[in-house]
């Protein structure tokens, strides 16, 4: 499972990109979106040996890296609460050209729900299919609440077990309208690594079979939600107060390790159309003359 390099992961271009109109309605049309090449071969071989010594901390802390309930088979490695095992991981998920994305695509008021890994090794098997949006909030799914962004830290294919998805499934509000077997519709999402495969939360989807013998595929998967709901993961309890301690601001507030969930609501009037606080009696009375 061992890569090499140690390069800090730098996007190809630090400015941040205006996300054109084009990918945006792909994504609404098809529900996911590749971005290629976010990262350089160098920075994804620094992330990969990063997510192995995670995958090797997080047993040596007793937090296993098997999921049999998820994953038939014991060939998948699952790292969870990436941000607490290296920089590496905040970088990525905070990542300037996701980040415009997401925005663009959830809004403003944007969480880290979830980060976490799947390593699928020669020989790992399919999980059940499901759509990330229904483990966060009941149906009617009526509009994108949540998504992925999936960094490719191996090519993928469907040689070697890329995430499989159900082409316009996004467009389903409900479960009944899923196919009762939803895998044969699925297809296999295709990119080199160092892209980043963006998936709407109602996208239905499941790891693919890894069916090569000597091909692992490592995935991480950033999950971002709207502030209304609550987070997949629990930042309080699976990061350290060294790792909290270190985080910037931004990313702390979408971790909601900063304060409540007061800050999109009419509280703050974001909307425009509401009145602005009526000025208070003692500031009227220091403003006479
Ligand atoms: O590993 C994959 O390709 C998909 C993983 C997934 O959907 C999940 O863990 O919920």
Not at 11 to 18: G, N, R
Request: proline share 7%.
């Amino acid at each position: 499972m061992r890569g090499s390099g140690a390069a800090k992961v730098t996007p190809m271009s630090e400015t941040v990109v205006a996300v054109g109109r084009g990918a945006l309605d792909t994504f609404e049309e098809q529900g996911w979106l590749v971005l290629e090449d976010v990262l350089e071969p160098a920075a994804v071989a620094s992330a990969r040996e990063a997510l192995l010594a995670a995958a090797d901390a997080s047993e040596a802390r007793g937090i296993p890296t098997r999921m049999d309930l998820l994953d038939p088979g014991g060939r998948n490695v699952r790292v969870h609460d990436l941000i607490e095992y290296a920089p590496v991981f905040a970088e990525l998920a905070t990542h300037p050209l996701v980040i415009a994305h997401v925005r663009a695509l959830l809004g403003e008021d944007l969480m880290l729900s979830n980060f976490s890994a799947n390593i699928a090794l020669p020989g790992s098997r399919s999980m059940t299919p499901h759509n990330d949006q229904s483990t966060v909030m009941p149906e009617p799914w009526l509009d994108r609440h949540c998504m992925n962004a999936i960094w490719c830290l191996d090519d993928i294919d469907e040689g070697n077990g890329a995430t499989r998805f159900l082409p316009r499934s996004h467009r389903y509000t409900t479960f009944a309208e899923v196919p009762t077997d939803p895998r044969p519709g699925m297809e296999s999402f295709r990119a080199r690594a160092g892209s980043v495969v963006l998936m709407d939360g109602r996208t239905w989807h499941t790891s693919g079979a890894n069916t090569s013998t000597d091909r692992e595929r490592a995935l991480l998967f950033a999950f971002y939600s709207r502030s209304f709901l609550r987070h997949q993961n629990n930042w309080w309890r699976s990061l350290s107060p060294e790792t909290r301690g270190r985080l910037d601001p931004q990313l702390k507030e979408w971790l909601g390790l900063r304060g409540g969930n007061m800050g999109h609501g009419t509280y703050l009037a974001s909307s425009g159309r509401l009145a602005t606080p009526e000025p208070s009696p003692s500031r009227t009375t220091s403003q006479e003359p």
